[in-house]
């Protein structure tokens, strides 16, 4: 059966610091990923997506950066957080046409 | 903008009473899909319903889909406790890379 991995589950960070947040599937193949943020009491915003290894496409011009280095993994990497960086991170998979499956998440909040 | 929007933002009942939320959206889809999340946790998916479907069932859960109204709405029977969460609908428009739009979600509260 697949599984998605997310780590860290909670992360502390001054504000300009680096980011890196990994995200791995398992039990599937060529999976469309995606990375999404959720704001306290909100729903959840679209940041990146990818449909194959190094295809990355971005949703919102902002200070995040993603990268697929291998079929089944996902990063999401800032090179300087901003307080309005934090937030709940959410990795997705999906075989395109069907059911998406999130990761349990990674809070993070900029200090 | 935000595709789909959920109504009621919050609903409260009372155990055992059945729990209605109502999701519009604006553009054509190929999916609908409804998820629940519990405080602080990940998405869990609940039911995928397709353009050229109208109703799918899943234990206690039916959905619903009007494409010509465009609103789909998402039924709990007999509500249990733990089915206090947030629910979200989300579309999955043609030809775009399987992505979701979320509403904001409707706040469930169960009360025993």
């Known amino acids: 059966s697949q599984t998605i991995h997310q780590w860290p589950a909670t992360l502390v960070q001054p504000v300009g610091s680096p980011l890196s947040l990994e995200c791995t599937v398992e039990?599937?193949?060529?999976?469309?990923l995606y990375w999404y943020r959720q704001a306290a009491g909100r729903g959840l915003q679209l940041l990146f997506y990818?449909?194959?290894?190094?295809?990355i496409s971005s949703e919102v011009p902002q200070n995040l950066s993603a990268s697929r280095p291998q079929d089944r993994q996902f990063i999401l990497s800032s090179k300087k957080l901003l307080l309005s960086d934090s937030g709940f991170y959410l990795c997705a998979w999906t075989l395109q046409g069907y059911e998406q499956y999130f990761g349990p998440g990674t809070r993070l909040t900029v200090t | 903008s935000q595709q789909g929007e959920e109504d009621p933002q919050a609903l409260s009942i009372q155990e055992g009473e059945n729990a209605t939320m109502n999701c519009s959206y604006k553009?054509?889809?190929?999916?609908l899909q409804w998820y629940r999340q519990n405080s602080g946790r990940g998405l869990v998916h609940l039911i995928l319903?397709?353009?050229?479907?109208r109703e799918k069932h899943s234990g206690r859960l039916r959905v619903t889909l009007d494409t010509s109204k465009k609103s789909s709405s998402l039924l709990i029977t007999a509500s249990r406790a733990a089915d206090t969460a947030s629910y979200f609908c989300a579309t999955d428009r043609y030809n775009q890379g399987g992505k979701l739009i979320f509403g904001q979600g409707t706040e469930l509260s169960v009360k025993p």
């Open positions: 319903i397709r353009s050229n479907e």
């Open positions: 990818s449909v194959g290894i190094g295809q």
């Open positions: 039990g599937t193949s060529n999976p469309n």
């Open positions: 553009t054509s889809i190929n999916n």
